[in-house]
Protein backbone atom coordinates (compact mmCIF):
# COMPACT_ATOMS: atom_id res chain seq x y z
CA UNK A 1 0.00 0.00 0.00
CA UNK A 2 1.04 3.68 -1.44
CA UNK A 3 1.94 6.31 1.97
CA UNK A 4 0.82 9.73 2.23
CA UNK A 5 2.49 12.08 3.88
CA UNK A 6 0.16 13.85 7.00
CA UNK A 7 0.41 17.14 8.45
CA UNK A 8 -1.80 17.91 11.74
CA UNK A 9 -1.36 21.51 12.53
CA UNK A 10 -3.80 22.99 15.53
CA UNK A 11 -3.85 27.17 16.05
CA UNK A 12 -1.36 25.95 19.38
CA UNK A 13 1.10 23.73 18.16
CA UNK A 14 2.40 20.97 15.37
CA UNK A 15 0.98 17.66 16.38
CA UNK A 16 2.54 15.35 13.58
CA UNK A 17 4.43 15.17 10.30
CA UNK A 18 4.81 12.18 9.02
CA UNK A 19 4.28 9.53 6.51
CA UNK A 20 1.00 7.45 6.91
CA UNK A 21 -0.81 4.50 5.08
CA UNK A 22 -4.71 5.27 5.99
CA UNK A 23 -6.25 9.30 7.86
CA UNK A 24 -10.01 9.34 8.52
CA UNK A 25 -11.59 12.71 9.74
CA UNK A 26 -15.08 13.48 10.70
CA UNK A 27 -15.92 16.27 8.43
CA UNK A 28 -19.19 18.39 8.53
CA UNK A 29 -20.43 16.30 5.30
CA UNK A 30 -19.59 13.06 7.03
CA UNK A 31 -16.38 10.95 7.79
CA UNK A 32 -13.67 10.25 5.02
CA UNK A 33 -11.04 7.95 4.66
CA UNK A 34 -8.01 8.99 2.85
CA UNK A 35 -5.41 6.81 0.85
CA UNK A 36 -2.36 8.06 -1.12
CA UNK A 37 -3.85 8.97 -4.66
CA UNK A 38 -7.11 10.18 -3.17
CA UNK A 39 -9.01 12.75 -5.25
CA UNK A 40 -8.03 16.92 -4.64
CA UNK A 41 -10.52 17.96 -2.08
CA UNK A 42 -11.19 20.51 0.74
CA UNK A 43 -13.25 19.70 3.41
CA UNK A 44 -14.55 21.14 6.63
CA UNK A 45 -13.68 19.74 10.16
CA UNK A 46 -16.67 18.84 12.37
CA UNK A 47 -16.99 21.27 15.83
CA UNK A 48 -16.55 18.04 17.93
CA UNK A 49 -14.94 15.63 15.73
CA UNK A 50 -12.05 12.75 15.53
CA UNK A 51 -9.29 12.18 13.42
CA UNK A 52 -6.95 9.25 13.68
CA UNK A 53 -4.02 8.36 11.58
CA UNK A 54 -2.35 5.05 10.71
CA UNK A 55 1.71 5.99 10.71
CA UNK A 56 3.27 3.44 8.17
CA UNK A 57 5.66 2.43 10.78
CA UNK A 58 2.54 0.94 12.73
CA UNK A 59 -0.14 2.24 15.38
CA UNK A 60 -2.93 4.14 15.58
CA UNK A 61 -3.09 8.07 16.43
CA UNK A 62 -6.13 9.72 17.48
CA UNK A 63 -6.84 13.31 18.05
CA UNK A 64 -10.11 15.50 19.19
CA UNK A 65 -10.54 18.10 17.22
CA UNK A 66 -12.58 21.26 17.41
CA UNK A 67 -12.78 23.37 13.76
CA UNK A 68 -10.47 23.68 11.00
CA UNK A 69 -10.22 22.31 7.66
CA UNK A 70 -8.74 18.97 5.60
CA UNK A 71 -7.10 19.61 2.46
CA UNK A 72 -6.24 16.30 0.71
CA UNK A 73 -3.59 16.50 -2.34
CA UNK A 74 -2.85 13.06 -4.16
CA UNK A 75 0.53 12.90 -2.19
CA UNK A 76 -0.44 14.90 1.31
CA UNK A 77 -2.69 15.32 3.68
CA UNK A 78 -3.21 18.89 6.17
CA UNK A 79 -5.22 18.82 8.86
CA UNK A 80 -5.24 22.32 10.01
CA UNK A 81 -7.48 22.21 12.94
CA UNK A 82 -8.87 25.59 15.26
CA UNK A 83 -7.96 22.83 18.23
CA UNK A 84 -6.61 19.53 18.59
CA UNK A 85 -5.76 17.15 20.99
CA UNK A 86 -4.38 13.76 21.55
CA UNK A 87 -6.60 11.40 22.78
CA UNK A 88 -3.81 10.46 25.16
CA UNK A 89 -3.67 14.05 26.55
CA UNK A 90 -7.06 14.11 27.36
CA UNK A 91 -8.03 14.64 30.88
CA UNK A 92 -10.69 12.29 31.24
CA UNK A 93 -12.62 13.71 34.96
CA UNK A 94 -12.20 16.85 33.58
CA UNK A 95 -13.52 16.58 30.11
CA UNK A 96 -16.31 14.43 31.74
CA UNK A 97 -17.59 16.99 34.42
CA UNK A 98 -17.65 19.70 31.28
CA UNK A 99 -20.30 17.86 29.46
CA UNK A 100 -22.51 18.57 32.29
CA UNK A 101 -21.50 21.99 33.71
CA UNK A 102 -20.02 24.19 30.87
CA UNK A 103 -21.08 26.61 28.09
CA UNK A 104 -21.74 25.15 25.01
CA UNK A 105 -18.23 25.57 23.23
CA UNK A 106 -16.01 23.89 26.27
CA UNK A 107 -18.97 21.33 26.45
CA UNK A 108 -18.43 20.68 22.28
CA UNK A 109 -14.69 20.27 22.88
CA UNK A 110 -15.30 18.05 25.48
CA UNK A 111 -17.51 15.66 23.46
CA UNK A 112 -14.30 15.45 21.10
CA UNK A 113 -11.97 14.68 23.76
CA UNK A 114 -14.22 11.91 24.93
CA UNK A 115 -14.97 10.48 21.15
CA UNK A 116 -10.88 10.58 20.21
CA UNK A 117 -10.52 8.56 23.66
CA UNK A 118 -13.18 6.19 22.73
CA UNK A 119 -11.67 5.76 19.27
CA UNK A 120 -8.47 4.81 20.71
CA UNK A 121 -9.68 2.23 22.79
CA UNK A 122 -10.95 0.79 19.56
CA UNK A 123 -9.01 -2.07 18.07
Known amino acids: ?7 LVSVERML ?3 SASIVTAQTTEGEIGVLSGHEPMLGQLREN ?3 TIRPVD ?9 GGFL ?3 P ?3 TILADYAIWADEV ?3 LAESQLQDADEFT ?11 RRKAEA
Open 16 to 18: WSG
Open 1 to 7: MADITVE
Open 58 to 66: GGKLVAAVH
Open 71 to 73: SIS
Open 75 to 77: EKV
Open 91 to 93: DTA
Open 49 to 51: GVV
Open 107 to 117: RTRAEAEMSAV
